[in-house]
């Protein structure tokens, strides 16, 4: 009787994927030098808080220190302004580990207090990243994103060398698991990731650790679309993606391609198109307007393909180069650079493991003569104050480099003294809310200048932030 | 005892992909207004043949008429010149069935003649499609190309319709097959084909067919690696990419981006990244040298994706309405091109279907009453002068249209009379050489010019043709 039934077929379900959009972060940091503005982004805020995206990546990175240094904007209060308009979207930042949103290791109290105020100005989603897959760099932050509530995504830098391999990668993932992430980034600064990489990886990842996995990658290369269909493919969660004028080169693919290419398959983002076309519409304006922030590295860098150097990188090779009129000596830096990292134990190359092993090889060539000079950072790495490489570092050049110094073996954020209390202390007198010791600490003397012109404008014209960002106090 | 043998597992076998560069024919068009001069191809040449491509596309199109119109330059000279240094790599061209690379219906005796001559001078392989998958229009062509003992490919013009379908292009694919084709093109010249539906086209065709399938994308909706990468997941054979200076936006897949991708997973393109190096650095170097041609088309556009409508059949629309005062109407236009092009039984959008839909939507809207005024063109389109459209054109339209007019219902190249005897009547006085006559049928007003310079240079100065292409007669 039962077979009488007439079998009813269910429709086919289509698996969920998440779009989070970098236009406020990430896209603008990579094609307009970190240049947007808050008064850039509100206008188009609440028609993006309708689009439907997984999340939006509005704050971290570089953006902190721009705000301040180029744009006589607050940090903080930009994040209060989107948090006000963006009701249903999720927000999330990027955070480099114990260097935070800044170019050094700070000190632990100083990266608890700097969590616990991002979440409670808004954050939803923090993503944690280390230059050198060091779990330990990540470590006291993420315990403070966790006790804070807020979601703990954790990166892996993606790389290609003898000592990183899916194995490695998958293995990393797990642990990253064990400290409390609620997702893994792939996070493939210099668009390295291929498609059959891409596919693998998320799969391995995914089978290890069941956690829901993100994608984000440049378009350096041409590969990163490719990457991302094949990642989905492989069950990924989510893409980070941005819109189209903000897109391609050294930013996102194009969030309207990825939304279109997925039409009609198995794979629901659930984005209509043409939610996003008044989207790319004011960005196009907002770009048309700053043409002249906008960086001329369009289309495939061949360099990121055959010398696995991220774009960035390379440039600053070439102007390192061209400053010293030996423009000619590229080619014998370009393979003095795999020697270099290999010797420093394979780090992945990204900020600022890209500047300190291309700076040493560029001395290497120059000078004739291989670890003849070496800055104080490449000293530093030595010591193991940036964390512990992926691979074994050379020990004899190790010795030729710290000499009879003795290299850290603890996490590297352990052995620096309290921040904050003596921060405080400074900037007492101009002072307007707890945020701003976090923002000295960070960039004493950008900040110096920017918190008195802010207390300043608190006090003397006794208005409220909110007013002051859309009056006098931002001129256009 | 069988059994007892050690299973030595064979290594994996890779499928060979072939890759066709379009630098030479595609890419340029499309991103350097067809500008790129024999000079600027030559010095690579030798480079280019040691890649291992597929073939390079280096003919037809617009390149023939560029040649005469605005380089000076003989375009079937630029194919010898060509032939002679790719001594490994096949040589490729597009024709535009009955058009050959014109922009109208030529009589037989012309179509027979241009594949003949085609041929005879270097060609291995002609590509044939027709802006309304008429195959009629493809018939004649076909059958010389054939007879020449030349690889026939025929081609797909990709679009979305309710009359076109998985199905439909399928069943085409086959009736190609029927009349000879050796490969299969899928030709997508606005960017449409999403990674989903190229999956399950070529599926479907190579199922139907068995012959080799060749996809053809432009990026401007930034799709195409995508395509190209589920295409070749479902079994494709061949993709076209531009080296990478030539590569993105309006033209092609960047050549590094693909190979690169399918490293180390089951296809193999056989090419070393490494080769393609000295190629884009020199490509690099012509681009920045013919910067003001180069067209500011980059990443995305979205209205590929939204209204269905090829890049430049968009800008085309706006720059008509801005002529007319009436960029204000352009919305009313996007949506009347669909209603138009539904009339007209859903033509593929491509050259020269899409000027003709683009200008009767722009004067629908712009008279304020639809039909009202109607070109020559639309008029011969209804008249069947076009070929046959893939859908039913509107009775009610096509009487408002033709009125008393009866329409064709023959092949339209039928009807027209022998060119070619004529047309050696008038070019007889400065003739050189036989191709000579199918310049002067193909673009009288032209090649008349072209030709008296021809002549000239090669009596007055008694060289050949090879020294005048590298001396005075080619100036810079
Ligand atoms: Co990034
Ligand atoms: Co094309």
Redesign the interface.
Known sequence: EEKEQVEIKPPKEKRKVGITETALRDAHQSIMATRLRTKDMLPVAELMDEVGYHSLEVWGGATFDACMRFLDEDPWQRLRELRKRFKKTKLQMLLRGQNLVGYRHYADDVVREFVKRAVSNGLDIIRVFDALNDLRNMEVAADQIKKEGCHLQMCISYTISPVHSLESFAKLSLEMKGMGADSICIKDMAGLL????AFNLVKAIKERTSLPVQVHCHYT???A??????ALEAGADVVDCAI??L??GTSQ??T??IV??????DLDTGID??K??PV?EHFKKVKEENRNLVMGI?????NV??YQIPGGMYSNLVSQLKEQNALDKLQDVLEEVPKVRKEMGYPPLVTPTSQIVGTQATLNVLTGKRWKIVPKEVKNYFLGFYGRPPGEMDEDIKKIVIGDDKPIESRPGEILEPELEKAREVIKPWMVEPEDVLSYVLFPAVAKDFLIRKYARATKRDVGFEEALEGVAYPV
């Open positions: 291929s498609p059959v990489d290369s041409g590969m679309s490719m990457a991302y269909f094949a189209s004028p897109a391609m693919p194009a309207e391609a279109a290419a997925l039409k009609g398959g198109l043409k996003l076309v790319a369009e289309g495939v860098d061949v393909l055959i």
